[in-house]
């Protein structure tokens, strides 16, 4: 089982910036995806930004240049830095891992955090 615990959710005015942090712990395996996705009011989870444990990232088209994800493999933790914050980013933040084979195969698991809300105010 993997257990993940966000931080650093909160309330800032349009151009302002946060950084929000994910902790996991239990069976991670060695060979992950760990990322982060977010829910606005009314609309479907999305993708915000991912990365593997080799460094490889992918984010989405409405938050490139803007947010940085990141990741210490010892501390088991991942972070996104966003900056230049617009009031279309309000949303809960939910942190993902999707541990894979050593082989690279899977996902074989597909976990989440509590959410942590993020709110930008114009």
């Known amino acids: 089982q993997v257990q993940l615990v966000e931080s650093g959710g909160g309330s800032v005015q349009a151009g302002g910036s946060l950084r929000l942090s994910c902790a996991a712990s239990?069976?991670?395996?060695?060979?992950?995806?760990m990322g982060w996705y977010r829910q606005a009011p009314g609309k479907e989870r999305e993708l915000v930004a991912t990365?593997?444990?080799?460094?490889?990232?992918n984010y989405a088209d409405s938050v490139k240049g803007r947010f940085t994800v990141s990741r210490d493999n010892a501390k088991k933790t991942v972070y996104l830095q966003m900056n230049s914050l617009k009031p279309e980013d309000t949303a809960v933040y939910y942190c993902?891992?999707?541990?894979?084979?050593?082989?690279?195969?899977?996902?074989?698991?597909?976990?989440w955090g509590q959410g942590t809300q993020v709110t930008v105010s114009s």
């Open positions: 990365i593997s444990t080799n460094g490889s990232t």
């Open positions: 993902n891992l999707k541990p894979f084979r050593p082989s690279g195969l899977g996902p074989i698991g597909n976990y």
């Open positions: 239990g069976n991670t395996r060695s060979n992950n995806a």
